[in-house]
């Protein structure tokens, strides 16, 4: 199932680079070959996964996606970029109208903090709390690689224990971060044409971490045996440094790397898979919000059940067309899913009279609306709220996008080199910030919380920076369009 990772050469900044084969009269091919490959499949991975019917005019960018590329080097970028998502969000406006706005019981002014992975470049972050630690985090994301490394295919997740600064503004590695030791995995065999540069990946791509009922794990995407690029899942725990006598030893699944899989047919790139847990403790796999939602019970070999939305799809359907975001233009526009999911009981902690039960009790997650004009994506954040119990029909989803405090509002958005004058002077797109994780903020929590428990959102910002805020869940909930009597 794994294949041994490549010989690694040590560099400066502490982070392995793959070793080129010799001698030197071959290195050349073979990195024009990989090049080729790599530049050649850029421009197809949105075109045949993302938006199937766009022409090349409009493939859209590879935002969050980790063979996207920084412009710059390492150097000076990092304290630059951070400096530009600074300036970009410097004064909130009133954002009501539009969005349900967020902001944070804990930072000085209420807006996001900023997430230091000791000056490394990351994306795609995920928080979860220690669970020893008081007032400690671990925070993990997407190595990000600066333009001079085009010729690699290696790839990684940071990890590192996390505190507040003194400000209150910036969640940052204790220590130096360390590579998360996922194994590259075989497979790719069904990267075939326009995709074949699939198949030279090695390692982890946007990974989430997240707290499932009994034990952390994390998902992320490699080289599948079903498809071309698929979902792998492992224990959280195996891959840190747990605390021993903190349930190490407890198996809850997934001890080693495992594939999901799910019901016919696949995509050649499957991403954005979250997990769900019923009442009971049963896993289960969420594939697709929209057009229609696709989910299976999961068994612990990681092969699934048939497909269980026919059950609710009646139901669902009216409540998708009643609320959901309207795509105004399919080539350019589109819905899907991004962050994990949490239990929440609609009670709050604090009354003695709340207690946890099927009726009270959904699950909570976050998907976007995505659109892509002028070579700039824009995400509209919506949480959905579905039953927990079969058949897990939709409960209500949000009628207005959510708003971070501290996010770059119209005009603030990365401007595109490729602008023309006309369009530099009507620019009004706001920043592109994605979520990619929720998670309890309190240690001890782990799956489910009320709505007075605060939560973490993580999320990057312009495929350069990593940020996060932390909000009273029931803050999530306002202003959500309820499904009635349906389901």
Same mark, same amino acid.
């Given at each position: 199932?794994f294949?041994?990772?490549?010989m690694?050469? $040590?560099?400066?900044?502490g982070?392995p ?5 010799k ?12 090049l080729? %490959?790599?530049?050649s499949?850029?421009?197809v991975?949105h075109?045949?996964?993302?938006? $199937?019917?766009?022409t090349?005019?409009s493939v859209p960018s590879?935002?969050?996606d $980790?063979?996207?590329?920084l412009?710059s080097?390492d150097?000076?970028?990092y304290?630059d970029?951070h400096q ?5 969000? !410097?004064? *909130? ?7 349900v706005?967020?902001? !944070?019981?804990s930072t000085?002014?209420g ?9 490394r470049l990351a +994306?795609?972050?995920? +928080?979860?709390p220690?669970p ?7 925070i993990t994301a997407?190595?990000?690689k600066?333009s001079d490394?085009? !010729?690699?295919?290696?790839f ?10 003194q400000?209150?503004? =910036?969640l940052?590695?204790?220590e !130096?971060p360390l590579?998360l030791?996922i194994?590259? =995995?075989i ?7 326009? %995709?074949a540069?699939f198949?030279?990946?090695i ?5 989430r ?6 034990? $952390? ?6 080289n599948?045996?079903f498809?071309?690029f698929g979902q792998w ?5 195996? %891959?840190? *440094?747990w605390?021993a006598?903190?349930d190490?030893l407890?198996d809850y699944?997934f001890r080693r ?6 019901p ?5 790139i499957e991403?954005?898979w979250?997990?769900f ?16 939602r696709?989910?299976a019970r999961l068994?612990r ?8 939305s026919?059950l ?6 009216q ?6 975001p309207?795509?105004q233009q399919?080539?350019m526009e589109?819905i ?7 239990? +929440?009981t ?13 009726e009270n009790?959904? +699950? ?12 700039h994506?824009?995400y ?6 579905f039953?927990?119990t079969p058949?897990?029909?939709?409960h209500? %989803?949000s009628?207005?996008p959510?708003?971070?405090?501290g ?9 595109p *080199? ?7 002077r ?10 990619t994780a929720?998670?309890w903020k ?6 489910q919380?009320?709505l007075?428990?605060?939560l973490?959102?993580?999320f990057g910002?312009e495929?350069?920076?990593?940020g996060?805020?932390?909000?009273v869940a029931g803050?999530?909930l306002?202003?959500?369009?309820f499904?009635g009597?349906?389901?």
């Amino acid at each position: 199932m794994f294949e041994c990772l490549p010989m690694f050469t $040590p560099l400066s900044n502490g982070l392995p680079k793959l070793m080129l084969a010799k001698p030197v009269k071959r290195v050349l091919p073979l990195v024009g070959i990989v090049l080729l %490959l790599v530049l050649s499949g850029f421009q197809v991975y949105h075109r045949h996964v993302v938006y $199937p019917f766009s022409t090349p005019a409009s493939v859209p960018s590879l935002n969050h996606d $980790p063979f996207s590329r920084l412009k710059s080097s390492d150097g000076q970028q990092y304290g630059d970029l951070h400096q530009q998502n600074n300036d970009a969000s !410097s004064h *909130d406006e009133d954002m009501s109208a539009t969005h349900v706005q967020l902001f !944070s019981p804990s930072t000085p002014d209420g807006r996001l903090f900023h997430i230091d992975f000791a000056g490394r470049l990351a +994306i795609n972050p995920s +928080i979860i709390p220690h669970p020893e630690r008081p007032h400690t985090w671990i925070i993990t994301a997407q190595l990000h690689k600066s333009s001079d490394q085009k !010729s690699s295919v290696w790839f990684a997740e940071l990890v590192c224990d996390a505190t507040f600064d003194q400000t209150g503004r =910036t969640l940052a590695c204790s220590e !130096s971060p360390l590579i998360l030791p996922i194994a590259a =995995t075989i497979g790719g065999s069904d990267c075939v044409g326009d %995709l074949a540069y699939f198949s030279l990946n090695i390692g982890p791509h946007d990974a989430r971490v997240f707290y499932g009922p009994k034990a $952390p794990y994390t998902l992320y995407g490699s080289n599948s045996e079903f498809t071309c690029f698929g979902q792998w899942i492992l224990d959280f725990r195996r %891959l840190v *440094d747990w605390p021993a006598h903190m349930d190490l030893l407890s198996d809850y699944g997934f001890r080693r790397a495992t594939e999901l899989q799910r019901p016919s047919p696949y995509g050649a790139i499957e991403k954005n898979w979250f997990l769900f847990w019923d009442t009971w403790g049963q896993p289960y796999v969420h594939y697709d919000v929209a057009p229609t939602r696709v989910f299976a019970r999961l068994e612990r070999d990681g092969s699934v059940g048939s497909d269980l939305s026919p059950l609710t799809a009646d139901a669902d359907m009216q409540c998708l067309q009643r609320y959901l975001p309207p795509i105004q233009q399919p080539n350019m526009e589109s819905i899907h899913q991004a962050t994990n999911s949490l239990a +929440i009981t609609l009670c709050h902690r604090a009354d003695p009279q709340c207690q946890v039960n099927e009726e009270n009790t959904y +699950i909570l997650t976050i998907f976007h609306h995505k659109s892509f004009y002028s070579f700039h994506s824009v995400y509209e954040p919506y949480a959905m709220l579905f039953r927990q119990t079969p058949p897990f029909a939709i409960h209500g %989803l949000s009628t207005k996008p959510l708003w971070i405090s501290g996010r770059g509002a119209f005009g603030k958005g990365k401007k595109p *080199d490729t602008l023309t004058p006309d369009q530099l002077r009507t620019w009004n797109q706001t920043e592109m910030l994605y979520i990619t994780a929720i998670s309890w903020k309190t240690q001890g929590l782990k799956y489910q919380g009320y709505l007075d428990d605060l939560l973490f959102i993580a999320f990057g910002r312009e495929d350069s920076d990593t940020g996060g805020i932390d909000v009273v869940a029931g803050d999530l909930l306002k202003e959500m369009g309820f499904c009635g009597g349906m389901g």
